[in-house]
């Protein structure tokens, strides 16, 4: 059974910081694009960041470049993220999601397997 678990979730302040992880369980992340979305209320479906499978090359959109950090400890089978100077817009559910065999691709149908979501809130 392969499964994602999702993790890290919770509620700070304006210019706090969390990190998220992404736990793989079944299958070894290493060898998996691993991305991470979000979604607020009345906002659309996101795609924030990918790394790579291979050569774990990096992607970031705009609005988190510079602030959001992904990286792989593969001794543990995760893929974190930390997320630094957080913004009350940052608040979403986080979902991360795995792919086999694809690359650089923020396009939700392409990822085959995906953690539960965690809520995240930056609020004062």
């Known amino acids: 059974q392969l499964q994602l678990v999702d993790s890290g979730g919770g509620l700070v302040q304006p210019g706090g910081s969390l990190r998220l992880s992404c736990a793989g369980s079944?299958?070894?992340?290493?060898?998996?694009?691993i991305a991470w979305f979000r979604q607020a209320p009345g906002k659309e479906h996101e795609g924030i960041v990918f790394?790579?499978?291979?050569?774990?090359?990096?992607y970031y959109v705009d609005s988190v470049k510079g602030r959001f950090t992904i990286y792989r400890d593969n001794t543990k089978n995760t893929v974190n993220m930390q997320m630094n100077s957080l913004r009350p817009s940052d608040t979403a559910v986080y979902s991360c999601?795995?792919?086999?065999?694809?690359?650089?691709?923020?396009?939700?149908?392409?990822?085959?397997?995906w953690g539960q979501g965690t809520q995240v809130t930056v609020s004062s």
């Open positions: 790394i790579n499978s291979g050569d774990d090359t990096t």
């Open positions: 079944g299958f070894s992340l290493t060898y998996y694009t």
């Open positions: 999601a795995a792919g086999y065999a694809i690359r650089s691709t923020l396009e939700p149908p392409q990822y085959d397997y």
